[in-house]
Nanobody, 129 residues
Framework: EVLLVESGGGLVQAGGSLRLSCAAF????????IGWFRQAPGKEREGVSC????????YYAAYVKGRFTISSDNDKNTEYLQMNSLKTEDTAVYYC??????????????????????WGQGTLVTVSS
């Protein structure tokens, strides 16, 4: 059974940075896509970014492009989301999600919330003004 564990959330002032981690345990396959999603209070969960394990291809939602960077350390089965220039509207619980035999794509980020089945427990990011 695969388990995803997020960490790195916290309180930061607007303009600051945080790095989130998503560690995957129990992986028995090498080819997968992993993405970050977030849910702000009172809002639906939305996609942020994804990365493919095999090719390293990435995709970013428009509202984080240029500020967030996703990366992976395959030796550690860990993905990272470096978040810079944080805004108050980035405040949310951030979740990672994994799908086997899938490539990262715009569809993964924009629609993955509706079909992805393997999720972490989330980590809270609070950006203060």
């Amino acid at each position: 059974e695969v388990l995803l564990v997020e960490s790195g959330g916290g309180l930061v002032q607007a303009g600051g940075s945080l790095r989130l981690s998503c560690a995957a345990f129990g992986l028995t396959f090498d080819d997968y896509a992993i993405g970050w999603f977030r849910q702000a209070p009172g809002k639906e969960r939305e996609g942020v970014s994804c990365i493919s394990s095999t090719y390293g291809s990435t995709y970013y939602a428009a509202y984080v492009k240029g500020r967030f960077t996703i990366s992976s350390d395959n030796d550690k089965n860990t993905e990272y989301l470096q978040m810079n220039s944080l805004k108050t509207e980035d405040t949310a619980v951030y979740y990672c999600a994994l799908d086997e035999n899938t490539l990262c794509s715009s569809s993964y980020v924009l629609h993955g919330d509706s079909y992805l089945e393997l999720w972490g427990q989330g980590t809270l990011v609070t950006v203060s003004s």
